[in-house]
């Protein structure tokens, strides 16, 4: 059984750009969630993605907008990059929540640095 | 909007010592999870709660679940170096979408 992976692990990039940042869910999970985790701080709700759909989001711009595919995977992208988004990105994946699944498996993440 | 804290957010502590990091929630949530984090690393997932009165034990970390209080809690029996970390604890919504986290405790373990 496969663990959520992600990638890249560290990227750096200029504000007012744009990124991507991609995530492989754990085998069987179809509900992949995606957090902002600034430094010193706990982790932030950014959106969840269920069956390709997004069907729920935090409190953030829609800059920050995402995406899932069809074997699950899910890619986070940030438009008009700012120095604030500067954090540590984590993927999360979890069985279907109709399927009252309660393991959130999170992912190494990625170390976004904006300069 | 479901809030979390915890406390202390820091925590120094010697070795051999007992001691209890408290999480408390806002509203109204159908699960509570522990994760412990090493610095530059990812949410590692200790425990998960479901129900009031739920206690979970590993090692020497035990966590326990008051829904009524809406009140969780870490407990550390006879620290040892090596749990030196960082712990959060999480709420999930009743939406089912999101974990809400608190800030983190910042746990040192010194000889």
């Known amino acids: 059984e496969t663990g959520v992976t992600q ?3 560290h990227l750096i990039k200029t504000r007012g750009q744009q990124v991507t940042l991609r995530c492989s869910s754990q085998s069987g999970h179809n509900t992949v969630s995606w957090y902002q985790q ?6 932030q709700f950014i959106f969840q993605y269920y069956r390709e759909e997004e069907n729920g989001r935090g409190n953030f711009p829609p800059r920050f907008s ?8 899910s890619e986070l992208n940030v438009n008009a990059l700012e120095l604030d988004d500067s954090a540590l990105y ?10 009252r699944g309660y393991g959130y498996t999170f992912g190494s993440g990625t170390r976004l640095t904006v300069v | 909007e479901l809030k979390v804290e915890q406390n202390p957010l820091f925590l120094s502590m010697q070795e051999g ?10 509203t109204t949530s159908d699960r509570l999870y522990w994760y ?12 998960v709660l479901l129900s009031n009165g739920a206690v979970k034990q590993e090692g020497r970390l035990m966590a326990s679940l ?34 809400n986290f608190g800030k983190g405790t910042s746990l040192l373990v010194t000889p």
């Open chain 1, 38 to 43: 600034a430094l010193g701080q706990g982790p």
């Open chain 2, 17 to 26: 010592k007992n001691y209890t990091i408290y999480c408390n929630y806002s």
């Open chain 2, 36 to 47: 412990r984090q090493d610095p530059g690393k990812s949410l590692e997932s200790l425990f």
């Open chain 2, 66 to 99: 008051d829904t009524k209080a809406r009140l969780s809690t870490l407990h550390i029996t006879a620290a040892v170096h090596d749990l030196s970390a960082t712990y959060f604890c999480a709420a999930r919504s009743n939406s089912g979408y999101a974990l």
């Open chain 1, 90 to 99: 984590l993927c999360a994946s979890t069985p279907s929540i109709s399927e």
């Open chain 1, 66 to 73: 995402g995406l899932q595919f069809p074997n699950y995977s």
């Open chain 1, 7 to 9: 990638s890249p692990t």
